[in-house]
């Protein structure tokens, strides 16, 4: 018999690790499964069997099937937004054809085991594509189906993988005399996240994260945006609740396959003078890069997240006050004076 699992690939970036870390604490437990280019941290030894692959590594995964039933797959691995600028066609590899590959693994085993594979998919912010800085001020809070006309590659990438995921949960070999058993598919269209832990790699809202860690560690930071410069954020346990939350909703609660989720909306001036109220005397000045502040300049200064609360009751534990001094500046503080 194929032992039930889940999977989550990516799980060695910064949500794989919290999620791995939740699911291992709560209760249920979980026989968890973890994919990425890199090894797992050593104190995650306990919590997952690792594999070290490739998502684009077929015979890898037809090795897996073999030996285990996916219940539910978190497909965390991609390349982020700078990165993949500067690698696009790598960007289109990874975060599409991987997704691809890993949708059409589910989409067999729901046909083989007559039953859904769950597939929860992050999306991002950078779905969106403001035409100008106007519109930007001006629409506020975006929903769902506004703007979907991204500037980059991973923004292309994210929508379009929503998209074949809808497909996958609806309308797969349509034209087939027996339908095959439809995936469940599940997405979040996730801001900036903020982790006290863990930094990001590769993306255009890691001013903020940056920011922080280096003033916890005494070392000057030059902000790459302009100060005015507002996106949506959210802490990582509010990320991590997300997943599981929308993960456990009952499907027939869910009146869409994307879901918007934020916390709170702030400008690059704001988290600096917060990081400094923390840190005083912390260097941080700005040195605007125009090719990646045209980036944060065309993704929506705010979320609607109103079908989220809706139909799935999801809710932010963290507003931006909490968020700070409950719990970013503490754990961050802690972090850097263990370290020292
Ligand atoms: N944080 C991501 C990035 O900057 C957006 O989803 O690429």
């Known amino acids: 018999m194929r032992e039930k699992v889940i999977l989550i690939t990516g799980a060695a970036g910064e949500m794989g690790q919290a999620l791995v870390q939740e699911l291992s604490q709560d209760g ?25 692959g490739d998502i684009l590594d077929e015979r890898l995964f037809a090795r897996l099937v073999t030996k285990y039933d996916f219940d539910v797959i978190f497909h965390l691995a991609a390349l982020l937004s700078t990165r993949a600028e ?4 790598l960007a289109h590899r990874v975060n599409v054809d991987g997704t691809l590959l890993l949708l059409q693994m589910a989409a067999d085993q729901s046909q083989a085991r007559n039953r859904p594979v769950q597939f929860i998919f992050p999306s991002s912010i950078a779905a969106y594509g403001m035409p100008d800085l106007e519109t930007k001020a001006r629409d506020g809070r975006v929903r769902e189906w506004d703007w979907n006309m991204p500037t980059t590659m991973y923004g292309c990438n994210k929508l379009y993988c929503e998209q074949l995921g809808s497909y996958f949960a609806h309308h797969y070999m349509q034209l087939a ?12 269209r996730f801001p900036g996240l903020i982790s006290a832990f863990t930094l990001p790699t590769g993306g255009t809202t890691d001013y903020g994260p940056e920011m922080l860690h280096a003033a916890a560690q005494g070392k000057p930071f030059a902000c790459f945006v302009r100060p005015d ?18 993960a456990t909703a009952p499907r027939q609660a869910l009146t869409r396959d994307v879901y918007n989720v934020t916390s709170f909306s702030i400008t690059a001036a704001a988290i600096r003078e917060r990081t400094l109220a923390a840190f005083p005397g912390a260097e941080i000045s700005y040195d605007v890069d125009t090719r990646r502040q045209g980036i944060v300049d065309s993704w929506p200064a705010d979320l609607s997240d109103k079908a989220a609360r809706r139909d799935w009751g999801w809710e932010p534990v963290y507003d931006v006050d909490r968020a700070f001094n409950e719990y970013l500046i503490p754990n961050i503080q802690q972090r850097y004076h263990k370290m020292s």
């Open 229 to 246: 410069s507002a996106l949506p954020f959210m802490v990582m346990p509010d990320a991590v609740r997300a997943l599981l939350k929308l």
């Open 86 to 89: 500067f690698s696009p066609e």
């Open 28 to 52: 249920a437990n979980n026989r968890v499964l973890t994919m990425d280019l890199n090894p797992m941290p050593a104190e995650f030894a306990s919590m997952t069997t690792h594999i070290t």
């Open 177 to 188: 005399v027996n339908r095959p058993v439809m995936l469940d598919f599940r997405s979040l």
